[in-house]
């Protein structure tokens, strides 16, 4: 399994940006498929950005808003957040996930078998 250790969390106005960051224990390799997930209070785990190679995907609810990427050479994957809304609320955890498929379907928490420990956003309108 990899460590992954996220931050960059915290608080923000409705509009307002903030960008996670998430460290690896090992290089991001191709073969790895990178995603950020959140969690509201009462509501399910769900898959908000994937990334594999430069290859990205994105639900519906932050296209547009929200940017993955990473930097192979310091471990990093990131998720910029961009036009903030109330709704983003929530834990967000990176996770990872050996092979493409878990990137090219989107796929939900249960594909993939490493995670950190999360980092609170919250957004007030």
């Known amino acids: 399994q990899v460590q992954l250790v996220e931050s960059g969390g915290g608080s923000v106005e409705a509009g307002g940006s903030l960008r996670l960051s998430c460290v690896a224990s090992?290089?991001?390799?191709?073969?790895?498929?990178m995603a950020w997930f959140r969690q509201a209070p009462g509501k399910e785990r769900e898959g908000v950005a994937y990334i594999r190679d430069d290859t990205t995907y994105y639900s519906d609810s932050v296209k547009g808003r929200f940017t993955i990427s990473k930097d192979n050479a310091k471990n990093t994957l990131y998720l910029q957040m961009n036009s903030l809304k109330f709704e983003d609320t929530a834990m967000y955890y990176c996770?990872?996930?050996?092979?493409?498929?878990?990137?090219?379907?989107?796929?939900?928490?249960?594909?993939?078998?490493?995670w950190g420990q999360g980092t609170q956003v919250t957004v007030s309108s």
């Open positions: 996770a990872a996930a050996l092979g493409s498929l878990a990137c090219s379907r989107r796929a939900g928490s249960t594909s993939f078998n490493s």
């Open positions: 090992v290089y991001l390799y191709s073969s790895f498929c």
